[in-house]
């Protein structure tokens, strides 16, 4: 059984100018003092929460509320300053598109590079190439440089590289479409593949329409801490009437 639980985690980012942070409102009253010195920017505060198999979550609030660094933190990729993040299943994020992709290396190559990242064996890496080929209809520049590939080609092969390999956990930082109109409902159709199959969905977003169709529950994070949690359709429409949608 695949499972998600955070013990009071919090995170600050270290900052250098704290004037130009106290100058912001979202900085004012989220400065503190570090762990290991200096003064950081309160990104999360006493994060306690617990999600289970067969979970779809949902993560709203404002710009800088920290919805996408608790994400970040849900995947491994920052570790808090204090509490425990236990995670039983792997995971997958779609956050930047094309994070790590090599632009110098043929669109084949990183495919068959990514395979090898998420543990294909070399024959199932290469068995790979054709499939994606298909999907990003770009087998006409699969041997050629990514750096060659229009924008719209590259975001094209980096979607496909993101979310061709499953994840038992999937944590996604707003719903990724691109493309022109047919490649956006291909795009479409494959988050939604990811939603069905994923034993945890975590979907942050700004959009509470999306929230309320592919999430069963919500966090309404402000200010780095929870505000409130519960149904998705309680949680949406106190979000809503605060006006701080």
Known sequence: ???????????????????TVEDS????????KRKHGGLGLRALHDITLSIRQGDRVGLIGRNGSGKSTLLRVMAGIYAPD?????IEGQTAGLFEVGLGMRIEATGRRNIILRALMEGDT???????VDQIADFVELRDFLDLPVRTYSQG??????????????????LLDEWI???????????????????????IVVLASHNPELVLKHCEQAIWLDQGMIR??????????????????
């Open 25 to 32: 409102p979202d900085g004012a009253g989220r400065i503190e």
């Open 122 to 128: 070399r024959d199932e890496a290469e068995a790979r």
């Open 228 to 245: 409130k949690s519960g149904a998705v359709e309680d949680i949406v429409r106190a979000y809503e009437n605060s006006g701080d949608s």
């Open 177 to 199: 479409g691109t493309g022109d109109k047919n490649f956006r409902k291909k795009a479409d159709a494959r988050m939604q593949e990811i939603v069905a199959n994923a034993g």
């Open 1 to 19: 059984m695949v499972s998600l639980t955070l013990n009071h985690v919090s995170l600050t980012y270290p900052i250098f100018d704290s004037n």
């Open 153 to 170: 080609m590259m975001m094209r092969l980096a979607f496909a590289l993101t979310t061709s390999f499953g994840a038992e956990i999937a």
């Open 82 to 86: 204090a509490g425990a993040v236990l």
